[in-house]
């Protein structure tokens, strides 16, 4: 078992930065990867950010790259989500998420919201 905990979300104008954060417990030898996924209000949860447990490859979708940066604390068992220039776009819920080896199941934490107005 692995759990993850989010933190950091909140209200920002367009242009503004956030920092979202995610803990990680348990069985953390079995994480592949670690990342983010959001889900905004009628929309379908889609993919936004990964990053390599052990390595440090980072994976971006194209809406976010060049705005927002993944990196990973592992004496601190943290995933961090810088995000710069913010546009209303990414007004969601943000969820980070676990990911391990051999059966790839993701354990996600409880979501944190990023909202971005003016």
């Known amino acids: 078992q692995v759990q993850v905990v989010e933190s950091g979300g909140g209200l920002v104008p367009p242009g503004g930065t956030l920092r979202l954060s995610c803990t990680a417990s348990?069985?953390?030898?079995?994480?592949?990867?670690m990342g983010w996924h959001r889900q905004a209000p009628g929309k379908e949860r889609e993919f936004v950010a990964a990053?390599?447990?052990?390595?440090?490859?980072?994976y971006y979708v194209d809406s976010v790259k060049g705005r927002f940066a993944i990196s990973r604390d592992k004496a601190k068992n943290t995933v961090y989500l810088q995000m710069n220039s913010l546009k209303p776009e990414d007004t969601a819920l943000y969820y980070c998420?676990?990911?391990?080896?051999?059966?790839?199941?993701?354990?996600w934490g409880q979501g944190t919201q990023v909202t971005v107005s003016s």
């Open positions: 998420y676990g990911e391990t080896f051999v059966t790839n199941r993701h354990y």
């Open positions: 348990g069985r953390l030898e079995r994480l592949a990867r």
């Open positions: 990053i390599g447990w052990s390595g440090d490859m980072t």
